[in-house]
């Protein structure tokens, strides 16, 4: 693991600028798979003499993988995505000041951070692909943006890069800058996106305004597969942090937990795991969002959570709509950074390293028919929503060895949507070993 930590967590500035062939060991490849695989990752640690302290604020870097079954050897290309922000930072030999998860070292003076939401550098998409539709190829996003950003158009073939931005009229530029890293495909066979915008307000800590929660559905299949059209607006007082949400052929679900925006802190440039705050005393509030924009809302209420990740979202035979999701059960008001784990600092050292665990639950919901339901004029306060309880599914081995960690669910995209049986998972401290090092791909 020190060798994968080290791997991790040092730059490494490299580009393959054409396809490079990978040697297959034990026989040429399965027939079956082929196909192109991407990756979006964090690559660039520091720029002159100032360091990032966050693996997850690394400069991003696109790899593809391509596979051609049993016809010839697969191949990898690598370039870094050519961002605003990379490209200041090295003409400048400085980090450029920009949204991030953790600060830097040396620290920015308070000026310098204070501008940090509004330097017009938050392009670092390092998270996660996504396919809009043919007409837009290949987009990479993370959780911020610039003002109005969608993400970064991506060549699917030379791995280039190119800034765009989303073209509605309703956006409010200054106001949306976090969207979910995790749109999602809509499994109805249109291939159109379903994503998340939340619209702040720096308003609402007065208690006379509101944020937001809009929903919005693009189109793959027309002229212009980037341009969204509104679904449906919730209103709420406090803004919670959102990485992903779950998809239906007819529904979404957002999981709205009591890990919220400290919006203050972070329009001042305040890295984002110094921004959230955790209000233990207030329940997740689920919505049930139908992807009818004319059809209402149902909400509900669960014992407080905040996830990362959604798995998958299907409908059972009698009406209730299923959702699967990697759940964080211990933020505590002390301790409201579930990406704590991931800091540079102790993820570099193994002792510090493995004296933090990660504590992860799969669990499973169910949202029964008959849920208040409120139209978007009304607002949604959650007052009223009926509890909803979950069952746990146990990180348990074939040979009954438990861990109490696991994150990055993925399952057979086929089944997004429907009742599906296997979701696979990384486990680190595999089996309840405290070492890092000790690590699995859990098939559950």
């Known amino acids: 693991m020190d060798a994968l930590a080290r791997a991790w967590t040092t730059s490494a500035w490299a580009e393959l600028s054409h396809e490079v062939?990978?040697?297959?060991?034990?026989?040429?490849?399965?027939?079956?798979?082929?196909?192109?695989?991407?990756?979006?990752?964090?690559?660039?640690?520091?720029?002159?003499?100032?360091?990032?302290?966050?693996?997850?604020?690394?400069?991003?870097?696109?790899?593809?993988?391509?596979?051609?079954?049993?016809?010839?050897?697969?191949?990898v290309r690598a370039r870094l995505l050519?961002?605003?922000?990379?490209?200041?930072?090295?003409?400048?030999?400085?980090?450029v000041p920009t949204s991030t998860?953790?600060?830097?070292?040396?620290?920015?003076?308070?000026?310098?951070?204070?501008s940090s939401p509004w330097t017009g550098c938050t392009d670092n998409f390092n998270v996660a692909f996504h396919d809009f539709g043919a007409g837009a190829s290949a987009v990479v996003l993370s959780d911020v943006g610039d003002p109005g950003a969608a993400g970064a158009r991506i060549d699917a073939d030379t791995l280039q890069s190119s800034s765009f931005?989303?073209?509605?009229?309703?956006?409010?530029?200054?106001?949306?800058?976090?969207?979910?890293?995790?749109?999602?495909?809509?499994?109805d066979g249109s291939g159109d996106t379903v994503g998340l915008i939340t619209r702040l307000n720096p308003l609402a800590a007065s208690g006379l305004m509101e944020h937001s929660l809009i929903l919005y559905r693009t189109n793959a299949s027309s002229a212009d597969p980037l341009a969204r059209r509104v679904l449906h607006t919730v209103k709420v007082k406090q803004l919670p942090y959102v990485h992903s949400i779950g998809i239906t052929p007819t529904h979404?679900?957002?999981?709205?937990?009591?890990?919220?925006?400290?919006?203050?802190?972070?329009?001042?440039?305040?890295p984002a795991s110094k921004a959230w705050a955790w209000d233990e005393d207030t329940p997740t509030t689920i919505y049930k969002l139908p992807l009818d924009p004319s059809a209402a809302i149902d909400t509900y209420e669960a014992a407080?959570?905040?996830?990362?990740?959604?798995?998958?979202?299907?409908?059972?035979?009698?009406?209730?709509?299923?959702?699967?999701?990697?759940?964080?059960?211990?933020?505590?008001?002390?301790?409201a950074n579930p990406a704590a784990p991931f800091e540079l600092g102790s993820f570099r050292e193994p002792s510090e390293r493995d004296a933090v665990r990660l504590y992860t639950e799969l669990r499973r919901y169910a949202l029964p028919e008959g849920a208040v339901s409120a139209?978007?004029?009304?607002?949604?306060?959650?007052?009223?929503?009926?509890?909803?309880?979950?069952?746990?599914?146990?990180?348990?081995?074939?040979?009954?060895?438990i861990s109490t960690g696991a994150e990055l669910p993925t399952f057979n995209s086929a089944y997004i949507g429907r009742s599906y049986c296997y979701a696979y998972l990384w486990a680190p401290q595999y089996g309840g070993d405290p070492r890092w090092s000790q690590m699995a791909l859990l098939k559950k």
């Open 101 to 114: 998860v953790g600060g830097v070292l040396p620290p920015f003076s308070a000026l310098a951070r204070a």
């Open 375 to 401: 139209r978007r004029a009304t607002g949604l306060s959650g007052a009223g929503s009926p509890p909803v309880s979950y069952r746990t599914l146990p990180l348990v081995d074939g040979k009954g060895r």
């Open 165 to 187: 931005k989303w073209r509605d009229s309703w956006a409010v530029p200054i106001s949306d800058r976090i969207s979910p890293a995790h749109p999602r495909t809509v499994p």
């Open 252 to 270: 979404a679900v957002i999981c709205a937990g009591p890990l919220h925006w400290d919006v203050g802190k972070l329009l001042l440039g305040t």
């Open 21 to 75: 062939p990978l040697n297959v060991s034990g026989g040429p490849l399965p027939a079956w798979l082929d196909g192109q695989y991407f990756l979006a990752t964090a690559s660039g640690f520091e720029v002159g003499s100032r360091n990032l302290t966050h693996l997850f604020d690394g400069f991003s870097k696109l790899v593809r993988w391509r596979f051609a079954g049993d016809a010839g050897p697969p191949t």
């Open 82 to 95: 050519q961002s605003e922000w990379l490209d200041r930072s090295r003409k400048k030999d400085d980090i």
């Open 304 to 335: 407080p959570f905040f996830s990362f990740h959604h798995v998958n979202a299907w409908h059972e035979p009698n009406g209730t709509l299923s959702f699967d999701l990697v759940v964080n059960p211990n933020l505590t008001a002390a301790r």
